[in-house]
């Protein structure tokens, strides 16, 4: 299986943010593509970016790492960086790693940005 076949991102740029929707399974073998993509987009849309992680089935350690240096390089940008809900997997990993309340949580990917 392929990185794509695994994991597919669609890029949507705004005025005010970079939207990266996510599909599949953000672990191991996807976490550089994610980092790839971040790293691309990051300086447009005013520094913010949003990951739609409604359609991610589950992540683990490695997505989880790429997000929160996502996190840190926006906010050293002055942007921020903020998530959507994910599936249940998702959530329970973001409040195991006890993150949840370092990362902004929207409630679709086009919310407003506080």
């Keep these: 299986m ?7 991102i ?22 550089p593509h994610l980092e790839s993509e971040l790293e691309s987009c990051e300086g447009e849309g005013n520094g913010n970016l949003v990951l739609d992680l409604g359609g991610v089935r589950f992540i683990d350690s490695a997505g989880l790492r790429v997000i929160l240096a996502a996190h840190q ?13 994910g599936s249940a997997q998702v959530q329970r990993l973001l409040s195991i790693a006890g993150v949840g309340d370092r990362l902004q949580t929207i409630a679709s990917p086009d919310a407003v940005l506080v």
Excluded: F, M, N, W
């Design 73 to 85: 390089r926006a906010g050293e940008r002055g942007g921020r960086l903020a998530l959507t809900p």
């Design 10 to 31: 669609d890029v949507r740029r705004e005025p005010d943010r970079v939207v990266l929707g996510l599909h599949g399974e953000l672990d191991l073998l996807a976490a």
């Design 2 to 8: 392929s990185v794509g076949e695994h994991l597919r």
